[in-house]
């Protein structure tokens, strides 16, 4: 989760106004997590966390994350909201959900795998992921159940840390492109600083976002430049 602290030749360790100004302008900008986006309310409780996970899946294939959003929420409309009902489901059903949310390019793979990593998750877990959170090592846990690798358990771990807080600050790599493309500091330690650990899932979120639209990213400096205080530091 942690990597090395680096900052800028000159600039001095600690917060500076301009970084809390950026980190505002941005949260203001990704009010929701992709949780949230994708409907799900999330709590430690199984459905909400499958359905994390679910969303997880779709968003580590290499496809826009709002269709990977939409896709998400047209499974979960047709009723696939637990592993039971997605392992219970056709692949078929699983193939028209997909599509209905526009995920068209990935729907046969993906219906495969998540009919295979529910059924996975009923026999080691009854489906309930309260008990991949008991493993010695729960992210490797993860790594365990079909659709999910590095990318895809990093997802589901930034977006559920603010209910598992044992996790906290969990930035991934993609998060951390974020915030040096933001001139923030690219350690998790010091990033979790800036809000508090319930919401670390929408700093996370939005520093991915950041990571991945430039236009957004050069509009926070922008924002956070004119509202900068006259002590505040610069990038």
Do not use: C
């Not at 495969?112 to 996975?120: D, F, Q, S, Y």
């Not at 690219?186 to 979790?192: A, Q, R, Y």
């Not at 800036?194 to 926070?220: I, N, Q, S, T, Y």
């Amino acid at each position: 989760m942690g990597t090395k602290t680096h900052r800028p030749a000159g600039k001095t360790a600690g917060t500076t106004q301009n970084e809390k100004a950026v980190v505002r302008e941005l949260l203001e900008r990704q009010e929701r997590t992709y949780p949230a986006q994708a409907g799900i309310r999330l709590r430690n409780t199984p459905a909400p966390l499958y359905q994390t996970l679910v969303l997880a899946t779709l968003l580590s294939a290499p496809i826009r994350a709002d269709t990977a959003v939409a896709a998400a929420r047209a499974l979960f409309e047709a009723g696939l909201r637990d592993a039971r009902s997605m392992a219970d489901a056709t692949w078929q059903q699983r193939v028209d959900a997909l599509g209905e949310g526009g995920y068209r390019r990935y729907d046969e793979r993906t219906a495969t795998i998540l009919g295979k990593a529910a059924e996975l998750l009923l026999e080691r877990y009854d489906g309930d992921l309260r008990r991949l959170r008991e493993e010695p090592d729960p992210k490797q846990a993860l790594l365990d159940i079909p659709g999910i690798g590095p990318t895809g358990a990093d997802i589901f771990l930034r977006d559920v840390q603010g209910i598992w807080p044992e996790f906290v600050p969990y930035i991934d790599r993609k998060a951390l492109d974020g915030a040096r493309r933001l001139g923030l500091p690219d350690s998790p330690d010091e990033l979790g600083g800036f809000v508090p650990g319930r919401d670390m899932p929408r700093l996370a979120d939005a520093l991915v976002h950041a990571a991945l639209d430039k236009p957004l990213a050069e509009e926070v400096l922008t924002a956070a430049g004119a509202n900068r205080s006259p002590g505040g530091g610069s990038h």
